[in-house]
């Protein structure tokens, strides 16, 4: 199976709000489509999935056209939609209904992912009642509830608890053995860097960079040091040239020229009997990678 998204475009008004955007899945994975709120990711999703009409462009799966008629495809939007004033078990039914469930089928697959979910205590209870992470959760059974190939997830982590988001990531991993295709949108970098092997980085609806995101950040090369000693050692690295980038609570971050100014850092540290507890090379972020490209503060 493969998703291929060619070239999407969508004006509003005069407002260009996607520019040719494009990218494609030819394995079961997460693709991250990332960016700041109002870079485009919301509207590509939406003429992705027939949702709104694009100016030009194709979304395809399997070389046709995305349709409910032609694949099976779950999408949980940002802004969250369950009726409030419905018993869960009866909205999650009917959402399977719509799909081309049964009602036998839709209400096993229910039950089955509420428990899964650890939300099987609400099945009886008006959706109201229910706190919003978990309302948050039942979204999500409600996307997955029909077993779709493309699972579409904008900002599923939005406004969840440590604990459920620990769960939602741990589903995810499952959700890619199964060999679920999901496309994940988020304006948080550290979740894609989590989960998401390639990606498209949107920024006032066009492409600033896409790739493999291994490859993206070798490019880049050595360039962070995180040192955590008992002793400050900022002076000693200023005078190793390195740049100081953050001071928290227990280590220190340097932006480095390469391994070698890192190399020389340590052997002065070493030499004056300070022992690093943390002494980490690493390549940037992709949050430094985004404010660089996107041009926000560094």
């Not at 694009?54 to 979304?59: C, L, Q």
């Not at 992470?133 to 939005?158: C, M, R, W, Y």
């Not at 020389?264 to 972020?285: D, M, N, V």
């Amino acid at each position: 199976m493969i998703l291929t998204v060619n070239e999407l475009s969508k004006t509003f008004g005069e407002k260009k709000a996607v520019d040719r955007i494009g990218f494609s899945m030819d394995r079961p994975g997460v693709f991250g489509l990332i960016g700041t709120n109002g870079a485009g990711k919301t509207t590509t999703i939406r003429m992705m999935l027939g949702i709104i009409q694009k100016d030009s462009g194709s979304a395809l799966w399997n070389g046709k056209p995305i349709s409910r008629e032609t694949m099976s495809f779950g999408y949980m939007p940002e802004e969250r939609g369950i009726y409030t004033k419905t018993k869960v078990i009866s909205q999650l039914i009917y959402f399977g209904r719509l799909r081309g469930m049964s009602h036998g089928d839709a209400r096993k697959s229910a039950l089955s992912w509420m428990e899964r979910l650890g939300v099987l205590e609400y099945k009886d209870m008006i959706a109201e009642k229910v706190s919003k992470g978990n309302q948050q959760k039942i979204q999500l059974l409600a996307t997955l509830i029909h077993n779709p190939d493309l699972v579409v997830l904008d900002e599923p982590f939005s406004g969840l608890d440590p604990v459920n988001t620990e769960l939602i990531r741990k589903l995810i991993g499952e959700l890619v053995s199964d060999g679920k295709y999901i496309v994940m949108s988020s304006h948080q970098m550290s979740t894609v860097e989590e989960f998401c092997e390639n990606l498209v980085m949107l920024h006032n609806g066009q492409t600033i960079l896409s790739g493999n995101l291994k490859q993206i950040k070798a490019g880049y090369g050595h360039t962070n040091l995180v040192v955590r000693t008992e002793k400050d050692i900022t002076p000693v690295a200023q005078e190793c040239g390195l740049e100081l980038l953050t001071k928290r609570a227990d280590e220190t971050e340097f932006k480095i020229d390469g391994d070698e100014m890192a190399e020389t850092f340590l052997k002065r540290i070493l030499a004056e009997g300070q022992y690093p507890i943390k002494y980490e090379i690493r390549e940037p972020s992709l949050h430094e990678i985004f404010l660089e490209k996107a041009g926000g503060p560094k």
